[in-house]
């Protein structure tokens, strides 16, 4: 798909985008309910999320999209895997992380799927390109009002969970993105000292 504009105008200043920004917070993937994004909103924050630096054009990534019983049917495999890995965890054990993808209304697991180009993009890059597009989903999901929450808990490194996911190859999961209505609002978070980051080249 190409641009729909032919030419886009120099950046201006936008309060409201920069207010966004800089007050950011996710919201916990256990305190989300329906409803979630409906199918033109989903295919639009998708797209958005599809907009991000990738060098050489390639998109090494994709999305396994879970809604309604696609949830807890993955999450079988989930508990599967866990009890598997954990013989001697409690029966109800299996209920909670068969349970955790239904947190949300909507997951998207976004799926870091480099390409294997000899002398092109380092895989490296490709793979940070896909954490760019985990997070503007999150930021296009919360843009139009839907809470989200990045998490990989431990089954995006499970063999067992990703076989049942359907990577291949090099394939890895940058994160499952959970997008609903938020019932919390979020509390504060310390955040690093700018200053505390900061060195100077040279001096
Ligand atoms: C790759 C990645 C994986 C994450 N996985 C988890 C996770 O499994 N559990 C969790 O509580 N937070 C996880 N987080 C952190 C949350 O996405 C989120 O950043 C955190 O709740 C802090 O909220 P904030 O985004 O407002 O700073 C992960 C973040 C990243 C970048």
Not at 60 to 74: G, H, K, L, M
Not at 169 to 175: P, Q
Request: overall charge negative; hydrophobic content about 40%.
């Amino acid at each position: 798909m190409t641009d729909t504009p032919t030419s886009f105008p120099l950046p201006t200043h936008r309060p409201e985008v920069v207010e966004f920004l800089a007050t950011r917070r996710s919201n916990l993937a256990k305190a989300m309910e329906g409803p979630g994004p409906d199918v033109a909103t989903r295919d639009t924050l998708l797209e958005i999320a599809a907009r991000v630096p990738d060098h050489r054009k390639l998109a090494p990534w994709r999305f396994v999209i879970f809604e309604n019983e696609a949830r807890s049917n993955f999450g079988q495999h989930i508990a599967t895997a866990f009890m598997a890995a954990n013989p001697t965890a409690p029966a109800d054990r299996a209920i909670f992380e068969g349970a955790r993808l239904t947190r949300a209304p909507l997951v998207v697991a976004v799926i870091s799927s480099p390409v294997d180009c000899v002398r092109g993009t380092p895989v490296w890059e490709q793979e940070l390109s896909s954490g760019a597009v985990c997070f503007n989903l999150c930021l296009a999901a919360q843009a139009h009002g839907y809470g989200a929450q990045w998490l990989t808990e431990w089954y995006a490194y499970d063999a067992g969970v990703n076989a049942a996911l359907g990577l291949s190859g090099n394939e890895r999961v940058a994160g499952y993105i959970y997008i609903g209505t938020p019932t919390l609002p979020a509390s504060p978070r310390v955040r690093p000292e700018p200053d505390s980051l900061m060195t100077f080249w040279g001096s």
